[in-house]
């Protein structure tokens, strides 16, 4: 049974592009959470997606935007980079939206530069 | 805002040693979650305790929550190097959503 599986692993990125992050949760889950965890930081919430809809939102710009789609996996798009946005971009997905169990892959390394 | 803090920041300390990290709020927690994290992965989870008081052990690990369900611990009897990294508490409040500690820091010196 696979994992949280998220790609790429490491991304370059110039100031002002555009990224999309990927993320296929674990088999069984339905719920997917996106953090930021900036380095020597704990993970920061970014968003939740559940049955395709954002149902809740951390303290990020509109600048950050996601999507779920039906088989439940998920995107991160991250539009207009800054240099502040390098840091490890962490997908959890949960088998319900109580987030009772949390099962996180193992991140997308971005850098921008 | 709900905040946790986590101490202390970093840890070394020798093989043998037993060691307590404490995950605090002023906000009460519907469960909360500790996870151990190594470099270039993700956080992996250890346990998560709900219940105010209750007590969870995992081989040398023993968790606690508070009876107030606002704090937690986490004690390692006997550190071993495999030990070593990054541990994170994390509480969930009724808005269904993650917030962690800034994470305690592990080092145990063979």
């Known amino acids: 049974d696979a994992g949280v599986t998220q790609s790429p692993t490491h991304l370059i990125k110039t100031r002002g592009q555009q990224v999309t992050l990927r993320c296929s949760p674990k088999?069984?889950?339905?719920?997917v959470s996106w953090y930021q965890q900036a380095l020597g930081q704990g993970p920061q919430f970014i968003f939740q997606y559940y049955e395709e809809e954002e149902r809740q939102r951390g303290n990020f710009p509109d600048r950050f935007s996601g999507h779920q789609f039906p088989n439940y996996s998920s995107e991160l798009n991250v539009n207009a980079l800054l240099l502040g946005d390098s840091a490890l971009y962490l997908c959890?997905?949960?088998?319900?939206?109580?987030?009772?169990?949390?099962?996180f892959g193992q991140g997308t390394r971005l850098t921008v530069v | 805002t709900q905040l946790l803090e986590q101490s202390p920041q970093f840890l070394s300390i020798q093989e043998g040693e037993n060691l307590t990290v404490y995950c605090n709020s002023s906000?009460?927690?519907?469960?909360l979650q500790w996870y151990r994290q190594e470099p270039g992965e993700g956080p992996v989870l250890l346990v998560t305790v709900v219940t105010g008081g209750e007590v969870k052990k995992l081989k040398r690990l023993t968790f606690q929550f508070g009876d107030a369900r606002k704090d937690s611990s986490l004690h390692i009897t006997a550190a071993q190097p495999g030990d070593t990294g990054l541990y994170l508490c994390a509480g969930v409040w009724s808005s269904y959503k993650l917030i962690f500690g800034s994470g305690t820091r592990l080092l145990v010196r063979p």
């Open positions: 959890a997905s949960s088998p319900d939206k109580l987030n009772t169990e949390a099962f």
């Open positions: 088999s069984g889950h339905d719920t």
């Open positions: 906000s009460v927690f519907s469960s």
